[in-house]
């Protein structure tokens, strides 16, 4: 394509094709019209196995929000006893931020693939309250392990100099490797030695787990008013950063996935204790489960609105309009002759002629 045709392409206040294509719905000039689709790309797209696509996405929205995380954790831990000093390559603030804001890029990036769930707690949450199919459950849970086992084995990968040189040193200094500040700790959760009480420590996880798993409910809720589409994946994220500064200094995992996969590399390159360590590998790996459930639990039976889900069009009652009709009249939000008449009107529209392919329930 010559000069002159390339400058044709756009008039004297069209915008290039880029970054400017968020700005359509917001600003007057025109944007040049991107690259057309081929036949070709759309059979390839169609052809390609939708549970393949559902879990690559999981795989790496985990990867997206643990590798900047455990990153955070690295330069915290590594540079502890360096000459300059640990606060000038992170806190525990830091890492919370890490965490928060890779969990949103993870929503943003991957979330209208899988539904972005990212976590094994949620996705069996979904199965169990808002009818996801349990059948792919396995499938999402095996790929968000794998996408935090990734995210451990890249950063063992990009830190090993530094990884190594501080293993030296701890070993040199009599101490253990697996342990809360040791090089295991980079990758997974390990309580403080005076953390010996099992009970007092699957209380701070479960809290930690509730709290965060309320918050997610409340996000997706679509009968929320006070969280938009836009505004859910940085709101998700800053609950598991308010949680990290809270009690990240008395042990807590918040994810079988983020755990369960990181906790694998640190085995690989640590050994088993990572898994043997103060027998609570079981408090960091599953009590996110129950904790998750009891918390989405608790936000369906006593603050879920459905009529409002409904009447937002989110939602469909299970035994369509007259159904829907029938409950309003039971609970007297209108005459039982109103809803009648509104079912028997839905019924004779249905069946005049031009609407046979409406589906009226």
């Known amino acids: 394509m010559t000069s002159s045709r390339q400058h044709s392409r756009l008039n004297t206040y069209d915008l290039e094709l880029g970054a400017t294509e968020a700005v359509q719905k917001h600003f007057s000039r025109n944007i040049v019209a991107s690259k057309t689709v081929s036949q070709r790309k759309l059979d390839f797209?169609?052809?390609?196995?939708?549970?393949?696509?559902?879990?690559?996405?999981?795989?790496?929205?985990?990867?997206f929000y643990v590798f900047p995380g455990i990153?955070?954790?690295?330069?915290?831990?590594?540079?502890?006893?360096?000459?300059?000093?640990?606060?000038?390559?992170?806190?525990?603030?830091?890492?919370?931020?890490?965490?928060?804001?890779?969990?949103?890029?993870?929503?943003?990036?991957?979330?209208s693939t899988s539904g972005g769930h990212f976590n094994p707690a949620i996705t069996i949450c979904f199965a169990t309250w808002q009818g996801f199919p349990w059948r792919k459950v396995p499938h999402y849970i095996i790929s968000q392990i794998f996408g935090a086992f990734i995210a451990g084995l890249l950063l063992m990968g990009m830190y090993w100099p530094q990884i190594q040189k501080f293993k030296v040193a701890t070993l040199a200094q009599g101490k253990p490797l697996v342990a809360n500040g040791g090089p295991a700790s980079i990758l997974c959760t390990f309580p403080n030695p005076d953390q010996t009480n099992l009970?007092?420590?699957?209380?701070?996880?479960?809290?930690?787990?509730?709290?965060?798993?309320?918050?997610?409910?409340?996000?997706?809720?679509?009968?929320?008013?006070?969280?938009?589409?836009a505004g859910a994946p940085f709101a998700i994220g800053l609950a598991y950063g308010v949680m990290v500064w809270g009690f990240a200094d008395v042990s807590i995992s918040t994810n079988m996935a983020r755990d369960l996969g990181t906790r694998v590399v640190a085995a690989i390159f640590f050994g088993r204790e990572a898994f043997a360590y103060m027998n609570y590998s079981w408090i960091a790996i599953?009590?996110?489960?129950?904790?998750?459930?009891?918390?989405?639990?608790?936000?369906?039976?006593?603050?879920?609105?459905?009529?409002?889900?409904?009447?937002?069009?989110?939602?469909?009652h299970e035994e369509g309009d007259k159904g829907l009709l029938k409950h309003m009249s039971d609970t007297g939000m209108?005459?039982?002759?109103?809803?009648?008449s509104s079912s028997e009107d839905t019924t004779t529209q249905a069946e005049e002629p031009g609407l046979g392919k409406r589906r009226v329930p």
């Open 334 to 340: 209108v005459e039982a002759e109103t809803a009648n």
């Open 199 to 229: 009970g007092y420590l699957f209380l701070i996880e479960f809290f930690v787990d509730s709290y965060i798993g309320i918050v997610i409910w409340a996000c997706i809720d679509p009968a929320n008013p006070f969280v938009s589409p």
């Open 71 to 111: 990153a955070a954790i690295a330069g915290f831990t590594l540079n502890a006893t360096s000459e300059i000093g640990v606060t000038a390559f992170g806190s525990i603030f830091q890492i919370g931020c890490a965490f928060a804001i890779g969990i949103a890029f993870a929503i943003i990036t991957c979330a």
């Open 286 to 316: 599953l009590v996110n489960i129950p904790a998750t459930l009891f918390a989405t639990g608790y936000y369906e039976f006593l603050m879920r609105d459905s009529f409002s889900t409904i009447g937002k069009g989110h939602a469909v």
């Open 45 to 63: 797209e169609h052809a390609r196995p939708r549970i393949l696509r559902e879990c690559m996405a999981e795989a790496t929205g985990v990867f």
